[in-house]
C-alpha cells in the first residue's frame, strides 16, 4: 500500500524548519502586541456570501481561488481565503465597534486556503499574519501599519525588501476616474478575457503583467490626477508620517492589488529575492467594506504578511534566525531504578520552569548521548547506579564538555543558577 501524501499545492512544517515559521510568525505579531492590538481568532470557514460581497466577484480570489462547500445541512460555507472581512464580521459581531471604543485594533495568525496554481511561494494552504485597524480615518494609522510591517521584517533581519505605495481614491474620485480609464481601455487591442475585466474592474487591467498589454498601457489616464483634495491630503499625510519614521517607500501609481473593497491608501512589500512571487504582504484602507457586509460606515486600514513568503525571503537573502536550542537539559539514566529517578528530576525541571528532555527507549549510554547532543541542550544529566547510591548525577557541560557530580536534591537549583 502506497503511503499517504499532503495534498497538492499543499506542505507540512517539520523540524527543525517549522522552528523558523513559529520565529516569523512571533517577530511578525511581536510589533503589533506591543501597539496597542489584540488578538482575534475566528473560524476557518464563513458562509460564502462574506466572501462574495466582501472580497468581490470580480477578484480572482472569489471568482476562481475559493474553496467552497456545502454541508449535509445545506449551508454553503468557503474555506476562508483571507482575513480581513472575516475580522470585520466578528468585530460587528461582537459589538466591538461602539463608539468611543474606535479604532479597534486586532491582529490575528492563521491558515488560509485558495485554489491557485502551484508554484515557489504560491500554495493552496498558506499562512498569514494580519493587522486591521477598525473605525478610524486617521491617516496615523496607515502610517502606523506599514511602519509595523517594517519593524517586523527588520527585526527579522530582512534588508531587500520594498514598500510599494498608492491611494485608489474613494467613492467620490475613483468612480470618475474609473470612466476615464474605461474609455482609455476600450480603445485598445485586448484579448477578450481582459476587455471583460476592463469592464468589470479597470484598475486591475493596470497590475496585468504582460509584455504585450503593459505596452498598450502607456498614456493611460493615472489615478494621481484624479483624486480628490480630501484624498490627496489624506495620502500626503500618510507618505509624511512613514517618512518621518525613517521608512523609505516608493510611489507606484500602478499598484490596485487584488481585492475589490480597497480605498485611499494601498501598500505592498515586495521581496528581490523571491522571482515571479515577490509579494511578502499587502493591505490598505477599506473605507467601504463594513457597508458592503451589511454594518455601519467603519473606515478602516489593515494588512496581512504572508509568513511562507517571509520564511522563503529569509532563505533568500541567507539569514538564519537565531533560534534558541529547545532543550536546556537533558537526562540520561542507567538502569531501571535510576531511571525512574532521573524521570522525576525532569519533571520537577519543568515544573521549575527549566526546558528538560529525557533519553527515551531504554538506550544505552552512547546511543543517549547522542541524543542528548542532538537535542542541542547545554547540559546533559547522566544517572548511573553508582552515582543513584551515592545520591549524585554526573552534570555534563556540553559546551565546555565538563563534568562532575551534584547532589540529586541540589539538581534544580544548580541547573537554574548555572542556565541563569
Ligand atoms: P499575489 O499577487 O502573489 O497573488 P495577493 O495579492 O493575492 O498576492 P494578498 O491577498 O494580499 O495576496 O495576501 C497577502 C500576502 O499573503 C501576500 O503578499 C503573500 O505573501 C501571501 N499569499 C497570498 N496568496 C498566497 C499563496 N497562494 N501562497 C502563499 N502565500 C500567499
Ligand atoms: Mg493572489
Redesign the pocket.
Known amino acids: 500500500m502506497s503511503t499517504f501524501q499532503a495534498p497538492k499545492g499543499t506542505y507540512d512544517l517539520l523540524p527543525p524548519r517549522s522552528a523558523t515559521f513559529l520565529a516569523v510568525r512571533e517577530a511578525i505579531s511581536g510589533p503589533l502586541r506591543n501597539s496597542g492590538y489584540g488578538y482575534v481568532e475566528t473560524p476557518g470557514f464563513e458562509n460564502v456570501e462574506l466572501f462574495s460581497r466582501g472580497v468581490g466577484e470580480s477578484t480572482d480570489i472569489v471568482s476562481k481561488e475559493m474553496y467552497t462547500l456545502t454541508t449535509k445541512g445545506g449551508d454553503q460555507l468557503a474555506l476562508r481565503p483571507?482575513g480581513t472581512a472575516s475580522v470585520l464580521r466578528a468585530a460587528l459581531q461582537g459589538n466591538l465597534h461602539k463608539a468611543g471604543l474606535l479604532p479597534v485594533k486586532l491582529w490575528y495568525s492563521g491558515s488560509y486556503y485558495?485554489y491557485?496554481r502551484q508554484q515557489a511561494?504560491?500554495?493552496r494552504h498558506?499562512s498569514?499574519v494580519g493587522a486591521e485597524a477598525i473605525g478610524s480615518e486617521d491617516p496615523a494609522l496607515d502610517a502606523e501599519l506599514i511602519i509595523l510591517a517594517d519593524q517586523a521584517y527588520r527585526t527579522l533581519g530582512l534588508r531587500n525588501f520594498r514598500v510599494l505605495l498608492n491611494s485608489l481614491g474613494d467613492k467620490e474620485c475613483r468612480p470618475v476616474y474609473r470612466e476615464a480609464l474605461q474609455t482609455f481601455l476600450r480603445g485598445l487591442d485586448l484579448d477578450a478575457e481582459t476587455v471583460r475585466r476592463a469592464e468589470i474592474n479597470p484598475l486591475r487591467v493596470l497590475d496585468d503583467k504582460r509584455e504585450e498589454v503593459q505596452k498598450q498601457l502607456v498614456g493611460a489616464p493615472m489615478l494621481r490626477d484624479y483624486l480628490c483634495d480630501a484624498c490627496k491630503a489624506y495620502h500626503e499625510e500618510v507618505r509624511a508620517l512613514v517618512t518621518a519614521a525613517g521608512v523609505a517607500f516608493e510611489d507606484d501609481e500602478k499598484l490596485v492589488?487584488?481585492l475589490d473593497y480597497y480605498t485611499r491608501t494601498t501598500f505592498e512589500f515586495v521581496h528581490d529575492g523571491l522571482g515571479s512571487?515577490s509579494?511578502?504582504?499587502?493591505g490598505g484602507r477599506y473605507d467601504g467594506l463594513s457597508e458592503m457586509i451589511g454594518g455601519p460606515s467603519l473606515p478602516s486600514v489593515g494588512w496581512?504578511?504572508?509568513v511562507?513568503?517571509t520564511v522563503l525571503a529569509l532563505e533568500a537573502e541567507g539569514v538564519t534566525l537565531d533560534i534558541p536550542a529547545a532543550t536546556s537539559v537533558f537526562g540520561v539514566a542507567l538502569g531501571e531504578e535510576a531511571r525512574r529517578v532521573l524521570f522525576g528530576k525532569v519533571t520537577e525541571l519543568r515544573r521549575a520552569g527549566i526546558a528538560a528532555d529525557f533519553a527515551f527507549g531504554g538506550k544505552g549510554l552512547k546511543g543517549a548521548m547522542k541524543d542528548a547532543n542532538r537535542s542541542g541542550a547545554r547540559f546533559a544529566a547522566v544517572l548511573g547506579e553508582r552515582d543513584l547510591a551515592e545520591g549524585v548525577v554526573q552534570l555534563k557541560d556540553m559546551q565546555s564538555g565538563e563534568q562532575g557530580p551534584v547532589a540529586l536534591t541540589d539538581l534544580v537549583d544548580v541547573l537554574r543558577s548555572r542556565l541563569a
Open positions: 483571507e485558495r491557485e511561494g504560491r500554495y498558506f498569514q492589488r487584488g512571487q509579494a511578502v504582504g499587502g496581512a504578511l504572508g511562507d513568503r
